[in-house]
């Protein structure tokens, strides 16, 4: 069965650097679209960003634009978000998400919540100031 597994957060202060890794089972990174998204309390989950995992065409929210990156390594089928000067309003359980690929390859991944049918449990990511 499709499984996804996200670890790698913790807690450190802002400006620090964290890489959150998500591994596969039960589907390849290659034939999917991948994304991750974050939840804080008391707020709806929100994208953050996605890559689609046949063409590389990537997409990220504004608020993590120029911070944070998301790629894949088809040999271990794990996906990464690498962050970078984390403020603390990234403070959150971030959630990986698979899905279908829609569309032609130019056209980016989507940041719709709806479009992604399996889901992790969540790493928890603290960013003090």
């Known amino acids: 069965q499709v499984q996804l597994v996200e670890s790698g957060g913790g807690l450190v202060q802002a400006g620090d650097s964290l890489r959150l890794s998500c591994t596969i089972s039960?589907?390849?990174?290659?034939?999917?679209?991948m994304a991750w998204f974050r939840q804080a309390p008391a707020k709806e989950r929100e994208f953050v960003a996605a890559?689609?995992?046949?063409?590389?065409?990537?997409a990220y929210a504004d608020a993590v634009k120029g911070r944070f990156t998301i790629s894949g390594d088809s040999s271990r089928n794990t996906l990464y978000l690498h962050m970078n000067t984390l403020k603390p309003e990234d403070t959150a359980v971030y959630y990986c998400?698979?899905?279908?690929?829609?569309?032609?390859?130019?056209?980016?991944?989507?940041?719709?919540?709806?479009?992604?049918?399996?889901w992790g449990q969540g790493t928890q990511v603290t960013v003090s100031s």
């Open positions: 039960g589907r390849t990174l290659s034939s999917s679209t």
């Open positions: 998400a698979a899905g279908p690929t829609y569309g032609f390859s130019s056209d980016p991944p989507s940041g719709r919540s709806e479009r992604y049918n399996y």
């Open positions: 890559i689609k995992g046949r063409s590389g065409r990537t």
